[in-house]
């Protein structure tokens, strides 16, 4: 929680397999999108959950979160070469934070 608050906006960038989407797909979430579960301890809290825990201590907690993730076949297999489509979502992302960077306002 103490890199996210104070911040005015947050950009997280991750890979994800939700199993409705082919690899390579960019997906573009908003706070709302994260839900609020929480984990067992504050180790394994969700980002939404702590989003959440901010506002209900009162903290500066981002007003703008945005969530790019890459849709991946698997993220527990380590040493695996990048797939050509998860390349190609990997360089969507990238212009998507030049844009955020900018101070664009994705759709």
């Known amino acids: ?21 082919a690899p390579g797909t960019v997906h ?3 706070e709302e999108d994260l839900g609020e579960g929480y984990g067992a301890n504050p180790h394994t809290m ?5 989003l959440a825990l901010a506002r209900q201590l009162g903290l500066d907690a981002p007003s703008e979160v945005v969530v790019l993730a890459v849709e991946a076949a698997d993220v527990e297999t ?20 030049e844009e955020l960077a900018r101070g664009s306002q994705l759709p």
């Open 28 to 30: 573009v979430l908003r």
């Open 78 to 97: 380590f040493g695996a070469p990048m797939s050509e489509s998860v390349r190609q979502g990997v360089r969507e992302i990238a212009r998507l934070c």
């Open 46 to 50: 969700s980002l939404g959950a702590a």
């Open 1 to 21: 929680m103490d890199d996210i608050v104070g911040a005015d906006r947050l950009i997280l960038v991750d890979a994800i397999v939700t199993g409705r989407a």
